[in-house]
């Protein structure tokens, strides 16, 4: 069984500031792909960032990258100059090729971004 | 574009009562449909799956059903609520197996 594993329940920014938070998963699988959703306070997911486990590079959106470490299982997101509508929780998440689409969420990071 | 509805948005049902939310996607065919449960604070819980009409895969045992009688239409529902199933409730639905689901707004349920 697959899990996902987010060691930071809280996490605190300054605007400008740039913030890494943590994801490491555990399976057997060489084919997967990684993801990263962020929920602000209305509660709406929103993808953030996708990962081919088959890609080296690492994937990057704007002021979100990430860093994929296959050999460790890990796979953190690096938040570069906070915003303030940045506040919210972040899951990663994690999807094997047959799994028919049905992901492993991690139990979130609060991310705070202070003025 | 692709649009995902669901409502309603809020609900305050009493224990034993019957349950049926309802989640709409609009702009493309044959979508993967998912139903997925966040309890307060916890992350997501995979419900069910759909990868067409009438093709419900459950994940977790409960008293809680999924149907799909239409190819852009998943419907959660129960006859008896619990006080255990008040929560969040995202449906979501995704292209293709291998890519990413796109979620609707969520349906707040109380159940008192």
């Known amino acids: 069984a697959q899990t996902v594993t987010q060691s930071q329940p809280e996490m605190s920014v300054q605007e400008a500031e740039t913030v890494t938070l943590s994801c490491t998963y555990d399976?057997?699988?060489?084919?997967?792909?990684l993801f990263w959703y962020k929920q602000p306070p209305s509660r709406q997911m929103i993808l953030v960032i996708r990962?081919?486990?088959?890609?080296?590079q690492n994937a990057t959106e704007n002021r979100f990258s990430v860093n994929f470490q296959k050999a460790a299982k890990s796979f953190s997101l690096k938040i570069s100059d906070s915003q303030l509508g940045d506040t919210a929780m972040y899951f990663c998440?994690?999807?094997?090729?047959?799994?028919?689409?049905?992901?492993?969420f991690g139990a979130g990071t609060q991310v705070v971004v202070t003025p | 574009s692709q649009t995902i509805h669901q409502w309603p948005a809020t609900l305050v049902q009493p224990v034993g009562s019957p349950l049926s939310l309802e989640c709409t996607v609009e702009g493309t065919s044959n979508p993967n449909l998912y139903w997925y449960r966040q309890a307060a604070g916890r992350g997501l819980q995979l419900l069910f799956y759909?990868?067409?009409?009438?093709?419900i895969s459950s994940e977790v045992p409960q008293n809680l059903s999924a149907s799909r009688p239409q190819d852009r239409q998943f419907i959660l529902s129960s006859k008896k609520l619990l006080l255990s199933d008040s929560g969040f409730y995202l449906c979501?639905?995704?292209?293709?197996?291998?890519?990413?689901?796109?979620f609707g707004p969520g349906t707040r349920l109380t159940v008192t």
């Open positions: 998440a994690f999807m094997t090729t047959d799994s028919w689409g049905k992901f492993q």
């Open positions: 979501a639905w995704s292209v293709d197996i291998s890519y990413e689901q796109y």
């Open positions: 759909s990868v067409g009409i009438g093709q």
């Open positions: 990962q081919e486990a088959y890609k080296q």
């Open positions: 399976t057997s699988e060489n084919n997967y792909y």
